[in-house]
Each structure stands twice: as structure tokens, then as C-alpha cells.
């Protein structure tokens, strides 16, 4: 049995990056589990709050379980962005390997005091689950925004992340660096990219020494993502890419098949238009050519 603990330790040695891309449908799993087989490299599976209510936990623990037990795909769930202590309860009772206690949203004390109060009844439940927190401030919603966020007051600073890190026992850290979640118009149409404060990853991971994440990757410059994962990213985060392909994947199936209504017969093309955006985010943050 793999433990996400050891392959992330192993990531960073190696200097690479363990690709997370949510899902909130069949044919996303699909498209997520078999590049990773292809290219035999880890992946993390995540699902927002939305996406587990949609999904359930008990059915997304159960898939994602039996596609590693059969396969040895290095293949983990991460319950993303969870809110509240109910909900991170549930995704450890359900078998998720990692969870993201996301209380970025409040004052910096009431974060430390909750997340340090949720990691250890989470690890009571659980000693192995591997539990994020996250400080700074990266907006909402991984979907098409008309007007950017002014991120800039809201970035991590690395004193602030070591006093984050440890007061409250986690085992990851999720900072704001210059991410954003969701993408513009102008980075759909492949205009303007996503630049990352590099020196600020650098500066944090010095201080922590902490696992770190990127959310909020779809979109961001190539060269900029890799210098992040030498910098100290371990895991980074992409959604609305996967999104938008599915949606066009999804749009093909239809115009190509016009009187199909067989789903296995039209989402082919929704997983094939994902697999292709999986395969090249994985092969950067592994560094294959």
C-alpha cells in the first residue's frame, strides 16, 4: 500500500510535483486515472464540498480504492477546500487519504486555534490522514471570472506561515503566491498566463520546511510552474483547465453525434479533451519529456 506521505517526500528529493486535478464526473476520473497509469506517475484525485455532495463520499472513496487496489496506480482522494469540522469528519470516516481545512477566510488567530483543534481530532480518527491548512487569500471559485481579484493584500508572509505551520501540527500548507483560483477570458483563450511570485515560494519553504501546495494552478505559465516546484511546491492544483475541457470535449461528442443519446458512445470525446490537459500538466511537474 502506497502512502501519500512517502510519495510526496520522494517528489520532493526528486524535486518534481504530485499533480491534484478535481473531479466531478465519471469521465474525468477516467481521463485523471489513466493518464497517470500511462505515464506511470502518482496523482491526487480531489472533490470540492460541491463535488462530494454531487458525487458522494462513500461512492468517490469506494472508485478511487478500487482503481489502486487493482491497478497499483499511485492514485489518492483529497477532500478539497473543506469548511467545516462536520465535513472533514466525514471524508476521514469515508477513506480519504488527505483533506484541505481551509479557514483562510478568518482572522489568522481563529485559524490557527481551529485548524490546531481540527488536526487533532482529525488524527485521533485517523493518524495517517494528511491534513492542509491554508493562510492568504487566492478568491473563490474555480470558474471563468470576468475581473481579477486584487490578490496582492493578501499575500502569505513567511513568518506568518512558520507561526501557521507551527502552532497547528499540519502537514501541508496551501500559501498565496501570487495564485488564483479560476481562470479570466484572456488565460481561457491562452493570451495572458498566470505568473507566480517565485522568491516568495522560495522564502516560505525555507522557513517552514513544510510540505507546500499550489491551488489554483490552471493557467499559470509553464516556466513559472516549474521554477515554483523547484522553489519547494509539492503538490499543485488544476481544475478549471480540466473544466473547460470537458465542457469542449463535451460540445464535440454532441456536434459529431447529432442524433446519439448512448453516454458512452458521446463523453469519449470529453475524456479524451481532459486526458490531453492531464497528460501535459503531468508530464511538466514530472519533468518528462
Known sequence: MFRLRDVLEDAQKRQVAVGHFNVGDLATL???FASA????????????EGERQFIGDGSIAAIVRSLREESGVRLFLNADHVHSLKSAIDAVK????????????????????RTKDAVKELKALNPAIMVEGEIGDIGTGSEIHETAPDLTKGLTRPEEAKRFVDATGIDMLAPSVGNMHGLLPSMVRGQVKKQLDVDRIARIKRKTAALLTLHGGSGTDDDSLRQAVSAG???????????????????????????????????PFAVDAIKEVVM??????????
Request: no cysteine.
Open 30 to 32: 477516467k481521463a485523471i
Open 94 to 113: 469515508a477513506g480519504f487519504d488527505a483533506l484541505v481545512f481551509d479557514l483562510s477566510g478568518l482572522p489568522i488567530g481563529e485559524n490557527i486555534q
Open 37 to 48: 497509469r500511462e505515464l506511470n506517475v502518482p496523482v491526487i484525485v480531489g472533490v470540492s
Open 280 to 289: 501535459a500538466r503531468l508530464k511538466l511537474l514530472n519533468n518528462l519529456h
Open 233 to 267: 511546491i509539492n503538490i499543485v492544483h488544476i481544475n478549471t483547465e480540466l473544466r473547460v475541457a470537458w465542457r469542449r470535449g463535451l460540445e464535440a461528442g454532441l456536434s459529431n453525434k447529432l442524433d446519439e443519446v448512448v453516454p458512452y458512445k458521446i463523453l
